[in-house]
């Protein structure tokens, strides 16, 4: 049974280049299977709610996040940071402390840009709380530049150089979570 990636995206609008290019790897990812996982629902991380029984797509989503062997984060850069919308789904699925969906889950992150640094700021904001959550991270480094010019009009990618290289970065992400899921759970603890 091929293992099963959570794929969060980071950006809430229809036409997201950021969503064309989790499309893409996974269409170019033959050993994993991918599922989208929506955020654009979840209302902000309150403490105040956090009760017995808090919204119900806060539950929907950890569930969601748990119910997979990894996670990827595949994110545009917002004033060279993480978009709220997606610092809020990994606060809501961290939460209630000591049950948090992302613990020792194996995962990459891809960050997006129309512009030429690929969204630096985000990738390296997203890793540091990933690292707080001991989310054990690929190391490989993915940051799509010059997005736009990447696809036609129909959102296929058109750029042999970017398919190649989701191409390797898959099948390295896919070896990274047999490498990690092999390990003891305590090991990763
Ligand atoms: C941006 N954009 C942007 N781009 C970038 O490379 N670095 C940045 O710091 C920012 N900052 C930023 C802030 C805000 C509030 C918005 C709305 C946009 C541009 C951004 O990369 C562009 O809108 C992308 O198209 C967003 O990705 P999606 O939605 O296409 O996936």
Known sequence: QPRSVAVI???LRKDSVSRK?????????P???FDFIEIGDLPHYDQDI????????WTRFRKEVGAHDAVLFVTPEYNRSVPGALKNAIDVGSRPYGSSAWDGKPGAVISVSPGAIGGFGANH??????VFLNVPLLSSEAYIGNA???FDENGRLVN?????FLKT????????IEKILAEPAAARA
């Open 9 to 11: 995206v980071g950006s």
């Open 21 to 29: 290019v989790a499309k893409a790897l996974a269409e170019l990812t």
């Open 31 to 33: 050993g994993l299977t």
């Open 50 to 57: 956090e009760t017995d029984s808090p919204p119900a797509a």
């Open 125 to 130: 904001h997203l890793r540091q709380a990933l």
């Open 148 to 150: 736009f010019s990447l």
């Open 160 to 164: 042999e150089g970017t398919a190649e």
């Open 169 to 176: 970065f898959g099948a390295a992400f896919a070896a990274w």
